[in-house]
């Protein structure tokens, strides 16, 4: 059974002010931490054996005698064996027992079961709890059935590979390391059976995801990941903001694309077909007349969200665009919580979350002031599920 928000919100009045604020300790940790400890918050990151250096050593808060940050962003971290054992009951215990608002970020969502996160994990999320699932494109109802229901365009589906005509992309996880993509491209049946057989042999892809694969058009034309942020606490008409916009760098496929057209024709073998491994971010602008439509999605996606099930999106979400060559923009995939690439923005903030509140303003610090705002109007519970 899921938890109701009612449960989780009970937690709240046993919790100290103020909260701790944490993150599990991987793709946009260093942002919540950043940003909470920007606004005057105390840090945990849940860290995984093996990966805890950087937040326990490199990142380690330093304070001064009255209490000011000096140096670092993470005030203290907790190892586990694996990232999943932050989400045993004895974990949970110690958790709520610190005053821990934990911020939702993909680590939390692929490395901990959903199943989990939505009927066992009882400690506050500063998020959308029930609407972490939608990013699974083998659930029935996934972010492409949102967007449908937000008239936000979105590649065209093929419905199987046999009526692959024209240029495709085949969106699947990889075979072992489930957070990262499998993805490849084809633009007939024959080159779909030709590349899935090669990542099929050398382990990057399985036969079983092959099969639940979905196939879609290939939207010619740069990516851009608009950083939202929905604010429950402003009033609606105030409640949509554009923090800024991301770009990722991919591996293969950004070592290949710099090599000239010569040297690509001469690779061979399973190198001749990209991974698309998310290993870092850029920062974008973009052009001011898109603006306005791109505005428009995110009011859509905010109501078709809230439509489907209460409270909706809060806080950070993120509408992965590829624009085509007649400006059109399409979203081929939704993040509901922070994005991976807002770490471009520490310190420095996002151009457009600059040029609305005045200051620096990252998502880290942006989720850090709704916090400290609903602790000030006595509004927390509505900022958690």
């Known amino acids: 059974m899921v938890l109701s928000r009612a449960e989780i919100q009970a937690l709240l009045p046993a919790y100290p002010r103020p909260p701790v604020i944490g993150a599990l300790g991987s793709h946009s940790a260093?942002?919540?931490?950043?940003?909470?400890?920007?606004?005057?918050?105390?840090?945990?990151?849940?860290?995984?054996?093996?990966?805890?250096?950087?937040?326990a050593r490199y990142y380690r808060a330093h304070r001064d005698a009255e209490g000011r940050v000096t140096r670092g962003c993470v005030d203290e971290v907790w190892t586990y064996l694996k990232f999943v054992d932050s989400a045993a009951p004895d974990a949970q215990t110690r958790l709520r027992e610190k005053g821990v608002l934990l911020v939702p970020n993909r680590a939390l969502s692929s490395y901990v079961p959903l199943d989990t996160l939505e009927s066992e994990f009882r400690v506050p999320l500063v998020g959308s709890r029930q609407l972490l699932r939608i990013e699974e494109r083998t659930e029935r109802e996934n972010y492409y059935s949102l967007l449908a229901a937000a008239g936000i365009p979105a590649p065209a589906r093929v419905p199987s590979p046999q009526e692959i005509e024209g240029l495709a992309i085949v969106k699947l996880p990889h075979a072992t390391r489930r957070l990262e993509r499998g993805f490849f491209t084809a633009a007939s049946f024959e080159e779909f059976q030709r590349k899935s057989a090669a990542l099929l042999a050398n382990g990057t892809i399985t036969t079983a995801d092959l099969a639940t694969a979905r196939i879609e058009q290939y939207i010619l034309g740069p990516v851009f990941n608009f950083n939202f942020f929905f604010s429950p606490l402003a009033p609606r008409g105030d409640g949509l903001e554009l923090l800024g916009?991301?770009?990722?760098?991919?591996?293969?496929?950004?070592?290949?694309?710099?090599?000239?057209?010569?040297?690509?024709?001469?690779?061979?073998?399973?190198?001749?077909?990209?991974?698309?491994?998310?290993?870092?971010?850029?920062?974008?602008?973009?052009?001011?007349?898109?603006?306005?439509?791109?505005?428009?999605?995110?009011?859509?996606?905010?109501?078709?969200?809230?439509?489907?099930?209460?409270?909706?999106?809060?806080?950070?979400?993120?509408?992965?665009?590829?624009?085509?060559?007649?400006?059109?923009?399409?979203?081929?995939?939704?993040?509901a919580r922070i994005g991976g690439g807002t770490n471009i923005h520490l310190a420095l903030g996002h151009p457009y979350g600059n040029a609305l509140w005045r200051t620096p303003m990252s998502s880290g610090r942006r989720i850090a002031i709704e916090i400290r705002r609903a602790l000030a109007e006595d509004r927390l519970p509505e900022v958690v599920t």
């Open 30 to 55: 260093l942002d919540i931490a950043d940003g909470a400890v920007e606004e005057g918050f105390r840090t945990l990151v849940l860290a995984q054996k093996g990966r805890e250096q950087t937040y």
């Open 245 to 335: 916009v991301d770009e990722r760098r991919e591996s293969s496929l950004d070592g290949l694309v710099r090599l000239p057209a010569a040297q690509q024709l001469e690779i061979r073998g399973a190198h001749a077909i990209p991974h698309y491994t998310v290993v870092g971010h850029g920062t974008l602008t973009v052009r001011e007349s898109l603006l306005e439509e791109i505005f428009a999605f995110g009011e859509r996606f905010v109501d078709a969200t809230r439509s489907r099930s209460l409270p909706g999106i809060i806080g950070p979400f993120t509408l992965q665009t590829c624009i085509d060559r007649d400006g059109h923009p399409f979203v081929f995939d939704v993040a």
